[in-house]
């Protein structure tokens, strides 16, 4: 029986510690080192409204035929809202989005996020994009445990559950 508890034990101690994805909010690391956030969402909304709702969205319009491309720039919207460090809430933004829907869900994955901390929103020749990854990861590539970057990534993903939120009320079009 000591051996039976023992066994148990170390199994489920090394898959525990099997992690294949290293999280922090919606956002998780791949194997390559590369930020990803996503999420699922319930809904009721078809396909054909979630492209009519992104034709109708400044940001999101690249990705409304496909459903998937770059966005357009972005500021994180509300992102005062949220206690973030002066800054990041006049950077421009850029990411790459992906969704995908099945009856009563949809899944929106988000790479390739970059931030422009120039605030050049004047001179678009002025930008010059970086990598979330340059300031949320360590040495390591594991997220970074300094407080200013999990508050950044807070911030971000807060953003992202509010961007992808698509509901039926935001699509009418008559005032």
């Excluded at 078809?46 to 009519?52: A, H, L, Q």
């Excluded at 460090?85 to 933004?93: A, Q, T, V």
């Excluded at 300094?146 to 939120?165: A, D, M, P, V, Y």
């Amino acid at each position: 029986m000591k051996q039976i508890i023992l066994f148990l034990f170390f199994t489920s101690t090394m898959v525990s510690q099997d992690k294949r994805f290293e999280n922090l909010y919606d956002f998780f690391l791949i194997d390559n080192g590369k930020i990803v956030w996503q999420k699922v969402y319930e809904s009721n909304l078809s396909e054909s409204e979630i492209k009519e709702y992104l034709s109708k969205d400044i940001v999101l319009s690249p990705i409304a035929v496909t459903l998937s491309g770059h966005t357009n720039i972005f500021r994180l919207n509300k992102i005062e809202n949220y206690g973030i460090m002066p800054g990041w809430e006049k950077s421009d933004y850029q990411a790459y989005v992906s969704i995908e829907v099945k009856e009563g869900k949809y899944r929106v994955t988000v790479t390739d996020i970059k931030m422009d901390f120039n605030h050049s929103l004047y001179d678009p020749k002025a930008k010059t994009f970086t990598p979330l990854e340059n300031f949320q990861l360590d040495d390591n590539d594991k997220f970074s445990n300094k407080t200013q970057g999990k508050k950044g990534l807070n911030c971000i993903n807060l953003s992202f559950l509010e961007l992808f939120k698509f509901k039926k009320s935001a699509m009418k079009s008559d005032w």
